[in-house]
């Protein structure tokens, strides 16, 4: 059986500020109208379709999806943390290796509230309960937000370990301004200086604002298909999915006593491993990359765990500019997390229509000369990571 498998259609709405985007379900409906009329098929032509959120109550991918029409497809809703979004692409993907399906629509998306995330549900066990079970051995808790505690613990643990300056951080945030304001899908598209983002108020050593991502509402979506699907509608798709794996965390996760591991390091590894096996290609072979920029610190040990650089090799990685244009790889066109914005459900999403854009030539702008193989990273605590390589015939 073939593992290839199409994407025909991408679309996106633009990412906005809790309290000034639409409502989820239209943001959704939207997203999937410009995905669906990108790929040039109806929506009575989808079999199956998966829908991605975090925060929403149950069947929110029916409300959004029944927008469309209401043709008795299923519809599955999924929610995999900040990896919503590419887990459902993942399941998608697999219904149609699977031969369930033949054309399947993915949606992803988040209406967020302001603020930093929180549980919803404080009558039962969190399901972090390990991880902040082993940041609390580690370095303990203090005030701010839990996930820039995490991040931002990993990231001193990263410095600490190689000698990191903090430049070194707010430079990647640096860079992911430049990208956005190459992009009008992109919340914060103003370009910050190294030294501006260092003076931003810090929120757990090293991070400061700036190098935090935003709360924040959106959408995006694709369509997949079979080849014989493709044929029989005479699509002709040039980007398809050449290898995907999802992983979750292992032992080293909670018993290496490392904060880098505890925000899966390991697991992102591993996945990556998993796709250039699968795809016989290797990070050398990448030209673009869409990353799980959540934080800048985390930014810098996937640089590392996807095998872009050396271990230990991401500050000088840094400031050879080998993470932008002219440099070995393009990381995060779009702005990524920190610029374009993190609505949970869609990151994944998004990560996908960016970088379907880039391997077609139509990112305009914040185009990547040349790009034929691109790379798609998305991680969520609790765990799982998902990684996806994409090319063009």
């Known amino acids: 059986m073939s593992n290839k498998v199409n994407v025909i259609g ?26 669906l009329q990108d790929a040039g098929v109806d929506y009575k032509d989808v079999d199956q379709a998966f829908a991605g ?130 992009n009008p899908y992109a919340l914060f598209s103003d370009l910050l200086s190294v030294e501006e983002i260092l003076a931003s108020p810090e929120v757990f050593d090293p991070l400061t604002r700036y190098q935090c991502c935003p709360p924040t509402c959106g959408a995006a979506a694709a369509v997949l298909c079979s080849d014989a699907f493709a044929k029989k509608k005479g699509i002709s798709s040039s980007v398809y999915i050449a290898a995907q794996a999802m992983r979750t965390d292992f032992p080293s996760t909670f018993e290496e006593n490392s904060m880098i591991k505890m925000v899966g390091y390991d697991m992102a590894k591993k996945t990556a491993e998993a796709v250039y096996e699968k795809a016989g290609l290797g990070p050398q072979d990448v030209q673009v990359v869409e990353l799980h920029d959540c ?58 229509t960016e970088l379907v854009w880039q391997l077609r030539g139509q990112a305009d702008k914040r ?10 990273h998305n991680l969520g605590l609790g765990g799982a990571c998902v990684v996806t390589m994409y090319r063009r015939d």
């Open 10 to 35: 991408v679309g996106m709405v633009k990412f906005a500020k809790p309290g000034a985007s639409d409502d989820y379900h239209v943001m959704a409906a939207n997203a999937a109208r410009t995905a």
């Open 53 to 182: 959120y975090v925060y929403g109550d149950s069947t929110c991918g029916q409300r959004a999806v029944y927008e469309l029409g209401l043709t008795g497809i299923p519809v599955v809703n999924v929610n995999n943390n900040c990896s919503t979004g590419s887990t459902a692409l993942w399941l998608g993907r697999q219904a149609i290796l699977a031969g369930e399906a033949e054309c399947v629509l993915v949606v992803g998306f988040e209406q967020m509230e302001k603020g930093a995330l929180g549980s919803k549900f404080n009558d039962r066990p969190t399901p972090l309960d390990n991880f902040a079970g082993t940041m609390d051995r580690l370095q303990g808790f203090n005030q701010a937000p839990p996930a820039a505690q995490m991040f931002g613990g990993a990231g001193r643990e990263y410095r600490w370990k190689y000698g990191t300056r903090r430049e070194t951080f707010a430079k990647v945030s640096e860079k992911a301004r430049k990208h956005a304001n190459r």
């Open 295 to 352: 934080f800048t610190a985390n930014e810098l040990l996937t640089y590392e765990a996807l095998g872009l650089c050396p271990e230990g090799g991401a500050e000088k990685f840094v400031w050879d500019g080998d993470n932008t244009y002219g440099g070995k790889y393009v990381t995060n066109p779009s702005g990524g997390l920190l610029s374009k914005g993190h609505p949970l459900g869609a990151t994944g999403l998004a990560q996908c």
């Open 367 to 376: 185009q990547v000369e040349g790009a034929k193989v691109a790379l798609q």
